[in-house]
């Protein structure tokens, strides 16, 4: 069986469905099978950011309503045979929704798919409390701002209490990834610093993403960052973050900084 990650924030704009295409296309570049799933139903985003707006047929709204059989719904990326994505619908509301039709779908997915990622709406209403409930692991994507690192903190704590793992009692697998940090701004003041983030949030950082024309580049182009030029310095983040999810052990570093973070923290270099 597969693992469901949901990628999730309390704020809107701070790079979930960015990541969720960039972390699914970096998994599938490495080889596993993955399908990506849209739960911003009405305002679906990332099949644009995928390159596949064009061929969206069914959706995941038409399979839980039993309109279409999920082998329909699901668009293979041209560019990566293991990458899928299950778009949402761009005309119905997330009422259409149910959970049992979610948890079907889900079940469905895991028992193909090596990584089900699950790009929720932001904030804390229907569409992303279904997102998060069957998963595995959660990515708290946060920019390095009071009031987005606020509104994750929310988010956190509804990961502990509203999913299917935290009602059975279980640990909810939960990760940090900062988007949009930018070390000359963090240095003056005019964003907070990564162990400020780490600090009120407490929960492991699985990556740091940069402030990059790159990122704005590859979605105007309809590219997964890691896809669009994997030597640009977001996408190497984004493989590294993929990797850490994969388990393999790999040095933070802080763009800007050439000493691994945590090996800043204590005063020694990074292993």
Request: overall charge neutral.
């Amino acid at each position: 069986m597969g693992k469901v990650i949901v990628v999730t924030s309390g704020k809107g704009g701070v790079g979930k469905t960015t990541s969720s295409a960039a972390l699914g296309a970096a998994l599938a570049h490495d080889g596993a099978k993955v399908c990506v799933v849209d739960f911003d139903v009405g305002l679906r985003n990332l099949d644009l950011i995928m390159g596949a707006e064009r061929r969206v047929v069914y959706d995941l709204v038409n399979v839980i309503q039993g309109e279409a059989k999920l082998t329909q719904a699901l668009i293979r990326d041209k560019r990566l045979e293991t990458l899928y994505l299950l778009p949402a619908s761009q005309t119905r509301d997330k009422d259409n929704l149910t959970a049992e039709g979610v948890e079907k779908v889900i079940n469905a997915l895991k028992s193909v798919f090596d990584w089900v990622i699950c790009d929720s709406p932001a904030g804390i209403e229907r569409g992303a409390t279904l997102a998060m409930r069957h998963a595995d692991i959660a990515i708290v994507v946060t920019n390095p701002e009071v009031s987005s690192v606020r509104d994750s903190d929310r988010i956190i704590g509804l990961l502990d209490s509203k999913t299917v793992k935290a009602e059975s009692g279980e640990r909810m697998e939960k990760h940090l990834l900062l988007t949009r940090y930018d070390p000359a701004r963090a240095e003056r003041g005019d964003m907070l610093k990564v162990e400020d983030v780490l600090e009120i949030l407490s929960i492991p950082l699985l990556g740091i993403i940069p402030e990059s024309m790159d990122v704005l580049r590859a979605s105007n182009l309809g590219t997964p960052v890691t896809l669009a030029d994997q030597r640009s310095v977001p996408s190497v983040a984004y493989f590294q973050a993929a990797r850490r999810l994969n388990g393999e052990n790999i040095p933070m570093i802080v763009p800007g900084e050439k000493r691994g973070f945590f090996g800043k923290m204590f005063g020694r270099k990074a292993a």
